[in-house]
Nanobody
Framework: QVQLVESGGGLVQPGGSLRLSCVAS?????LGWYRQAPGKQRELVAT???????NYADSVKGRFTISRDNAKNTVYLQMNSLKPEDTAVYYC?????????WGQGTQVTVSS
């Protein structure tokens, strides 16, 4: 069972930045981030493969950057120009073949 442990959430003002990290207990092909705001469905933020190929939701393109360190089994999400609508619980996501794994989530709140 792959375990994913997130860190780096918190409270930030609009226009500010945060960096999320997620460490996987094993090497895993696809890593990424989803988020869920109150009263809304969980949605994709960004994913990245071992090769470095990445995918972003339109709402975060140009503001968020996903990266990974394969040697450390770690994925990062650099979030810049944060908006109040980015407020959500951010979940680390991993996929190996057809099996999906989820972290426990970390709260990101964007507010003045």
């Amino acid at each position: 069972q792959v375990q994913l442990v997130e860190s780096g959430g918190g409270l930030v003002q609009p226009g500010g930045s945060l960096r999320l990290s997620c460490v996987a207990s094993e090497s895993i092909f696809s890593l990424g981030w989803y988020r869920q705001a109150p009263g809304k469905q969980r949605e994709l933020v960004a994913t990245i493969r071992t090769s470095g190929t990445s995918n972003y939701a339109d709402s975060v393109k140009g503001r968020f950057t996903i990266s990974r360190d394969n040697a450390k089994n770690t994925v990062y999400l650099q979030m810049n120009s944060l908006k109040p609508e980015d407020t959500a619980v951010y979940y680390c996501y991993g996929r190996r073949v057809i099996t999906e794994y989820w972290g426990q989530g970390t709260q990101v709140t964007v507010s003045s």
